[in-house]
């Protein structure tokens, strides 16, 4: 291009063509089938040719003093705002598209200037650095306005049918497991959030009203390469909002080490916490990238580039915490904040690619990822650990009373609670066989397949604390209380699992094979504790009238009810816990020994003395409704009537 004298001279001629491309630049601009891209070419080809057009008035002598008037009103419009203490905006959209203008026409004469580069005028100099000063300002200017509209019309993020299961109450697994009670676990609808259902989710952070002001503010700043200005300006008020949202969620900004120095109470609210505003970040920041594309949406890149900027502010305390869990050994009552956590990342994992699915993102995409195999691989570690847990359980001392050992209900409420997360465990588990590889057999194939994995290394983990329960039955030194301590887990075990989606894990032959279990030990508690006793009341030849015969009766009657009595003092502080099992086997029992005594002293009744029959059969019969209460007891008090050779 020439010196700037030598443009500004233009022959009139040159003048007409200027004139002419102009006519035929906003002819084609009123054409409906453009699209918006090139609408905007020809709206910039037509500011330039402007520009061309009032700077070569020069030639005709007073063409420059009307480019210095016309500069002098857009000044005094945009110095004027400097002045005062309102804002643009506020004042109404004629203001701000005055102002607007005014700016448009200071960058149209700098756009003129810029193109006639080799200009030597001192007053074109002048009045270049001039327009150049005046756009800066006015730069500033649009900056206080874009956060002060960001500000005052922001929306909080409240999205309605937010639904999340909570963790009602932490499992305690101790050396003693005396805390564990039976723990009804539920859970919540609407767990997943991904796909097409997010986009329920996607709410207007800003009033929608004054989305056109922001894209506007943006164009203007943009075509006046003031591009970095307006994202910085933009996206530091978007964190700040995301930062006041994250206070409200109770977000923490915890290092790796914080989170590693924790006591497991502290920590575990925590992650409950992390788990919701996880679920909920994620929907929040599916409308800020729409926010994002709104206002910066036809600038390319820029648009990725502040979204992730933003983002920032809750993604990276939000992965550094769940590095920091993944990082470190749990024990088995961990296991399920740690499949809360698993979840939320694998169910969103898809959905955080298509989020941030731009170059700009890819550090987030590889970070979750990154999250989700380590969060994987601590929640399989801290399930396998909690089979070896079961085994590792050894006791010293019998359990009082025989009744459900806390191991058992422990065990039982913890697989209660893994089926809620059955889904995830499948997936964690695909490759880990165990010896019990044998799908069950309840008839029902699409359950089978849906449990397979889990299914099997849970019957492996109930062969497990089988093992350990028959370890710890033969610390009693009564064989008849190591059956009723076997009857009441396996019994217990077996409660557990029919009446509960347990029956698709286990199916029906482990249910069947566990009821023969329970039943065959309450037949070995009956042998052992009766066999001796009931022998007494066998007539062993020795029937008859004679003085010998008679004298042997009686002892063997006398022997029986101090046998009985040594039962009843014993067995009586023995518990069953299940009231229909403890009814059921107080009556097998009345039914074997109050008929065996109806029917010693019916065949003997002539033959023993009536102060050796201490209790009717009747008597027995009530007498055996005390066994099994969990209550010490004995004979000897004010309901029975003092023996006669006492």
């Known amino acids: 291009m020439g010196d700037f004298s030598s443009v500004l001279h233009l022959c009139e001629g040159d003048q007409h063509v200027i004139a002419a491309t102009q006519h035929l630049v906003k002819a084609l601009g009123s054409s409906k089938i453009l699209n918006d891209d090139l609408r905007k070419i020809l709206s910039q080809l037509d500011s330039h040719l402007s520009s061309m057009n009032i700077l070569t008035t020069e030639s005709r002598g007073p063409g420059f003093r009307e480019v210095e008037e016309q500069f002098r009103c857009s000044e005094e419009k945009i110095m004027g705002w400097e002045s005062r203490q309102s804002f643009i905006w506020d004042c109404g959209p004629l203001e701000a598209s005055q102002y607007l203008k005014s700016v448009h026409d200071i960058q149209t004469l700098i756009e003129g200037f810029r193109s006639l580069s080799a200009n030597e005028d001192r007053k074109h100099k002048e009045l270049l650095n001039r327009a150049?000063?005046?756009?800066?300002?006015?730069?500033?200017?649009?900056?206080?306005?874009?956060?002060?509209?960001?500000?005052?019309?922001?929306?909080?993020?409240?999205?309605?049918?937010?639904?999340?299961?909570?963790?009602?109450?932490?499992?305690?697994?101790?050396?003693?497991?005396?805390?564990?009670?039976?723990?009804?676990?539920?859970?919540?609808?609407q767990r997943n959030f991904c796909g097409s259902e997010s986009e329920e989710y996607i709410l207007d952070l800003v009033d929608p009203h004054v989305i056109p002001h922001l894209k506007s503010i943006a164009d203007i700043m943009f075509a006046s390469n003031y591009h970095q200005e307006f994202c910085q300006a933009f996206t530091n008020s978007r964190r700040d909002a995301l930062e006041e949202y994250l206070i409200i969620l109770k977000v923490e900004k915890l290092?790796?080490?914080?989170?590693?120095?924790?006591?497991?109470?502290?920590?575990?609210?925590?992650i409950k916490n992390w788990v919701r505003a996880m679920k909920i970040i994620?929907?929040?920041?599916?409308?800020?990238?729409?926010?994002?594309?709104?206002?910066?949406?036809?600038?390319?890149?820029?648009?990725?580039?502040?979204?992730?900027?933003?983002?920032?502010?809750?993604?990276?305390?939000?992965?550094?915490?769940?590095?920091?869990?993944?990082?470190?050994?749990?024990?088995?009552?961990?296991?399920?904040?740690?499949?809360?956590?698993?979840?939320?990342?694998?169910?969103?994992l898809l959905y955080i690619d298509t989020l941030f699915s731009e170059e700009a993102g890819a550090w987030v995409r590889i970070e979750f990822h990154e999250l989700h195999r380590g969060l994987a691989d601590t929640a399989r570690a801290t399930f396998m650990a909690f089979g070896n847990a079961i085994a590792a359980n050894g006791s010293t001392i019998p359990f009082p009373k025989g009744a459900i050992h806390p191991l058992t209900k422990y065990v039982m409420n913890y697989i209660s609670t893994l089926t809620i997360y059955c889904n995830a465990l499948n997936v964690l588990l695909k490759d880990h066989d165990t010896a019990?590889?044998?799908?069950?057999?309840?008839?029902?194939?699409?359950?089978?397949?849906?449990?397979g994995h889990l299914a099997c290394h849970l019957r492996s983990i109930t062969s497990t604390l089988e093992f350990n329960l028959d370890c710890k039955s033969k610390l009693y030194k009564d064989a008849a209380l190591q059956h009723i301590f076997l009857m009441n887990n396996f019994?217990?075990?077996?409660?557990?699992?029919?009446?509960?989606?347990?029956?698709?894990?286990?199916?029906?032959?482990?249910?069947?094979?566990?009821?023969?279990?329970?039943?065959?030990?309450?037949?070995?508690?009956?042998?052992?504790?009766?066999?001796?006793?009931?022998?007494?009341?066998?007539?062993?030849?020795?029937?008859g009238s004679s003085s010998a015969s008679k004298a042997t009766l009686n002892e063997k009657c006398r022997g029986f009810c101090i046998a009985f009595e040594e039962v009843y003092k014993n067995q009586t502080g023995w518990s069953i816990p299940d009231s229909q099992l403890r009814e059921d086997l107080q009556i097998s029992t009345s039914q074997k020994v109050v008929q065996a005594y109806r029917n010693f002293t019916g065949r003997n009744s002539s033959s023993i003395g009536e102060k050796y029959i201490k209790y009717t059969a009747d008597d027995l019969q009530n007498y055996i409704l005390d066994f099994f209460d969990g209550s010490p007891r004995s004979l000897q008090n004010s309901r029975w009537k003092e023996p006669a050779w006492f």
Not at 257 to 270: A, C, G, H, R, T
Not at 295 to 318: R, Y
Not at 524 to 530: C, F, H, L
């Open 132 to 189: 150049e000063s005046i756009l800066q300002i006015a730069m500033s200017k649009l900056e206080e306005e874009l956060i002060h509209i960001l500000v005052e019309h922001k929306q909080y993020f409240e999205p309605k049918y937010m639904s999340f299961r909570s963790w009602r109450r932490d499992v305690l697994y101790d050396e003693s497991f005396v805390s564990v009670e039976d723990i009804p676990f539920e859970e919540e609808s």
């Open 491 to 543: 019994h217990y075990m077996v409660k557990k699992v029919k009446g509960s989606e347990h029956r698709n894990l286990f199916g029906d032959d482990w249910i069947r094979k566990h009821i023969v279990k329970f039943q065959q030990h309450a037949t070995s508690y009956q042998r052992a504790t009766w066999s001796l006793v009931l022998s007494l009341l066998r007539d062993d030849g020795c029937a």
């Open 282 to 348: 994620i929907r929040y920041l599916a409308s800020e990238k729409r926010l994002c594309d709104q206002i910066s949406g036809d600038f390319g890149f820029v648009s990725p580039l502040c979204f992730v900027d933003i983002s920032k502010v809750s993604l990276l305390p939000l992965l550094s915490f769940g590095e920091a869990i993944a990082m470190e050994t749990h024990g088995p009552e961990k296991l399920f904040c740690l499949l809360d956590m698993y979840e939320v990342v694998a169910d969103n």
């Open 255 to 270: 290092s790796i080490e914080d989170v590693l120095k924790m006591q497991w109470d502290s920590l575990s609210s925590k």
């Open 436 to 451: 019990d590889s044998n799908p069950p057999e309840n008839g029902q194939g699409s359950s089978s397949l849906t449990y």
